[in-house]
């Protein structure tokens, strides 16, 4: 059984810092892509931030500049070090995990970040 846990989301001051971390473990044999993805009250889910195998990233163009995407394959990690936070920030962060082995894509169960004004 796959599972995504996500960590690191809370409240923060505008300008302030979080990194988000989201772990897998279960039979995910082989990996496309991960990413972040948010969703605000009343708004679609967006995706945020995605790092594919290869290490190539994309952006959201409201977090370019401000958030970074990383990796770590041997703890089967996903990262997202969020600066500069500004109170849009505001919504339930999720990971995502495509696989290919399985063909399938994974979803975390969400972290809230909360960035005060």
């Known amino acids: 059984q796959v599972q995504l846990v996500e960590s690191g989301g809370g409240l923060v001051q505008a300008g302030g810092s979080l990194r988000l971390s989201c772990a897998a473990s279960?039979?995910?044999?082989?990996?496309?892509?991960r990413g972040w993805y948010r969703q605000a009250p009343g708004k679609q889910r967006e995706l945020v931030a995605r790092?594919?195998?290869?290490?190539?990233?994309n952006y959201a163009d409201s977090v370019k500049g401000r958030f970074t995407i990383s990796r770590d394959n041997a703890k089967n990690t996903v990262y997202l070090q969020m600066n500069s936070l500004k109170p849009e920030d505001t919504a339930v962060y999720y990971c995502?995990?495509?696989?290919?082995?399985?063909?399938?894509?994974?979803w975390g169960q969400g972290t809230q970040v909360t960035v005060s004004s």
């Open positions: 790092i594919t195998s290869g290490g190539s990233t």
């Open positions: 995502k995990v495509e696989a290919t082995v399985p063909l399938r894509d994974y």
């Open positions: 279960g039979s995910i044999f082989s990996i496309n892509a």
